[in-house]
């Protein structure tokens, strides 16, 4: 079965300071991998998404994920962070392993990154 | 340009009693899906509806159920409430079932179940 694992389920960095958040999945088949936020009371808002082409996506608020296929992961980084970003980051995977006519998301459990000034 | 929506924001029920959440997808989006956002269990799909037919559906009990409307819109039912049933139910829309297509999500429907 598919999945995505987040190894890391809460990432304490101090303000101005570069993070990592990673995420792996499982699957023999093509993806398209995407990183959401949730803050607080909200709902999910999509940070980017790597559908092919460069491997290297760039998305919003100064957020960039690395796609590499031969270790099948997907981490988000951001070269410096502040107290905003506090907030819940769920990676997904969406592919044609259900016999192409889907679109359902497979989620990660989550990483809470906590920024502390 | 609107988001997706969804209603009401808070819904409180009892054990056995019926629930219905409804979702507005963002205009000129045709596919919605269902996720359940429970408390140790994360983010789970539900069903994916697009142009009114159910296409897909999670590993949930038939009590689950829903329909779109010809505007898109979506309703989500659940029948017969248990209290494992007490999430956050998150709608989202895309452009097209494709795989590959961005899902944006509502702010959910936090429902609880006394």
């Known amino acids: 079965a598919q999945s995505v694992t987040q190894l890391d389920s809460q990432v304490p960095v101090f303000e101005e300071a570069p993070v990592e958040l990673r995420c792996n999945y499982s699957?023999?088949?093509?993806?398209?991998l995407f990183w959401y936020v949730q803050y607080p009371n909200q709902g999910l808002q999509l940070l980017l998404k790597?559908?092919?082409?460069?491997?290297l996506v760039k998305g919003i608020n100064g957020f960039e994920a690395e796609f590499n296929k031969s270790q099948t992961s997907f981490h988000l980084r951001k070269p410096s962070v502040h107290i905003s970003d506090t907030a819940e980051y769920f990676c997904?995977?969406?592919?044609?392993?259900?016999?192409?006519?889907?679109?359902?998301?497979?989620f990660g459990t989550g990483t809470l990154l906590a920024v502390q000034p | 340009e609107a988001g997706v929506t969804q209603s009401p924001t808070h819904l409180i029920k009892t054990r056995g009693q019926q629930a219905t959440l409804r979702c507005s997808p963002i205009?000129?989006?045709?596919?919605v899906y269902w996720y359940q956002q429970a408390l140790g269990l994360g983010l789970q799909f539900l069903l994916w509806?697009?142009?009114?037919?159910?296409?897909n559906r999670g590993n949930f009990p038939p009590r689950f159920s829903g329909r779109q409307f010809p505007n898109y819109s979506s309703e989500l039912n659940v029948n017969a409430l248990e209290l494992e049933d007490s999430a956050l139910y998150l709608c989202?829309?895309?452009?097209?079932?494709?795989?590959?297509?961005?899902?944006?999500f509502g702010d959910g429907t936090r429902l609880s179940i006394l």
């Open positions: 989202a829309s895309s452009l097209e079932g494709g795989s590959g297509q961005p899902q944006h």
């Open positions: 699957s023999s088949v093509s993806v398209y």
């Open positions: 790597y559908l092919s082409g460069s491997t």
């Open positions: 997904a995977v969406s592919g044609a392993w259900d016999g192409g006519a889907t679109n359902k998301l497979i």
């Open positions: 205009s000129g989006h045709t596919s």
């Open positions: 509806y697009d142009e009114g037919e159910e296409r």
